[in-house]
């Protein structure tokens, strides 16, 4: 069951933005030694974290920051600076009709990707782990 507030434009949006973030992560993995980026705007301009590689993340795209409430990076470094693993969840906006902004409406489902290359959908509520390294297996998908 799909929750109000998120409509297949906003589920493809959803879902775009973790597959460009996965993606990004893969080519930072291996631009950067193994680690994966700790930061969002690392996958974007590489360089400012360190790293000797262009744009590895569409600049100017509806991905990571046209609602950073809604978008989360989630890493687990072994080591200081060397991230072995991560989570990225992006929720479609949250917009109820003017009668169920006040009631106990379910949140929409959260579109996640990690570190093994997983991309799933967590129902409709859910919430991850703040140390989660990986997306939990209620994940659908």
């Known amino acids: ?4 507030g998120a409509n297949e434009a906003e589920r493809s949006q ?3 933005a973790v597959r460009a973030v996965v993606a990004a992560q893969a080519r930072y993995k291996s631009a950067a ?5 700790p ?7 590489p360089v400012s974290c360190g790293v000797s590689a262009g744009p590895l993340l569409p600049i100017g795209e509806d991905l990571v920051v046209s609602r950073p409430e ?4 989630i890493v687990e470094e072994s080591s200081p600076g ?5 989570v990225y969840l992006a929720t479609p906006a949250r917009r109820a009709p003017w009668w169920a902004r006040y009631s106990l409406v379910p949140l929409p489902y959260s579109v996640c ?5 997983r991309i799933c959908t967590l129902p409709s509520g859910y919430v991850l782990a703040k ?6 297996v209620a994940c659908a998908g």
Request: negative net charge; hydrophobic residues 40%; aromatic residues 8%.
């Open 131 to 136: 140390e989660a390294t990986a997306c939990p």
């Open 82 to 86: 060397v991230v072995m693993a991560y």
């Open 70 to 73: 809604d978008r989360e990076l």
């Open 1 to 4: 069951m799909v929750a109000w």
């Open 113 to 117: 990707g990690d570190h093994t290359g």
């Open 39 to 45: 930061r969002l705007e690392c996958l974007t301009t």
């Open 33 to 37: 030694n193994g680690s994966f980026a």
């Open 14 to 16: 959803a879902h775009r």
